[in-house]
């Protein structure tokens, strides 16, 4: 059982670049989400989804794409990175959405320059 | 104004001290709250739920005050092994999917 894994766990683009951050899990938790974790800042919701083929926004959606084909994964698409997306990554799961415990992958540190 | 706000630290504290941090928000309608804590370099992870009754998991202990929006953590006899940043989350009612967390508080356990 590994939980919730995250691939890459370093990136570096450039300005312009776009790129697709894994997400899966194997807990079969139907709620799934993106953060990102800037200092000062806290984690903020991208986008989360609370089944296969349903998505919504969070709090800082803009610049960034998701989908859910499967419950196991859930990858974020950056379509023109930009230095303001400089930032840790975190997806994190859980059984039925956010008045449950989230479980979170690893991380991605990416850096766009 | 942040919807839930805390105070970043670093509280810098000696082994065996008695900690507490506090955590407002400004969502009169957050129905779930949760400490998380999050290791450098680390992803964040549960520590625990906070119910409206307060609760009690060994050293910790964590409350809520619905009249004053805040949630507290209390950590007695503090270990090394806590040195770590505590951030706490609050989930609106009717928006379940929707976490917000603090920022984060700093805590850096000495000998």
């Known amino acids: 059982n590994a939980g919730v894994t995250q691939t890459p766990k370093f990136q570096v683009l450039k300005t312009g670049q776009s790129m697709t951050l894994q997400c899966a899990q194997d807990?079969?938790?139907?709620?799934m989400s993106w953060y990102r974790q800037d200092p000062g800042m806290g984690l903020r919701l991208i986008h989360y989804s609370v089944g296969a083929g349903i998505t919504d926004q969070g709090e800082v959606p803009n610049g960034y794409n998701v989908s859910r084909s499967t419950t196991e994964d859930f990858p974020l698409r950056l379509l023109s990175a930009a230095p303001s997306q400089t930032s840790v990554y975190f997806c994190a799961s859980s059984s039925t959405g956010g008045h449950y415990e989230q479980y979170f992958g690893p991380g991605t540190r990416l850096t766009v320059t | 104004r942040k919807e839930v706000e805390q105070d970043p630290g670093p509280f810098n504290v000696p082994e065996g001290a008695t900690v507490a941090f506090n955590c407002t928000y400004s969502?009169?309608?957050?129905?779930?709250f949760f400490w998380y804590r999050q290791d450098c370099r680390k992803e964040p992870k549960l520590l625990m739920s906070v119910y409206s009754s307060g609760n009690e998991d060994g050293r910790f202990t964590a409350q809520l005050n619905r009249a004053s929006q805040y949630i507290s953590l209390l950590i007695r006899d503090s270990k090394l092994s806590d040195s770590a940043t505590y951030l706490c989350v609050a989930v609106p009612t009717g928006t379940a999917s929707k976490l917000t967390f603090g920022t984060g508080t700093r805590l850096q356990v000495t000998l």
């Open positions: 969502n009169s309608a957050s129905q779930s």
């Open positions: 807990m079969n938790h139907e709620y």
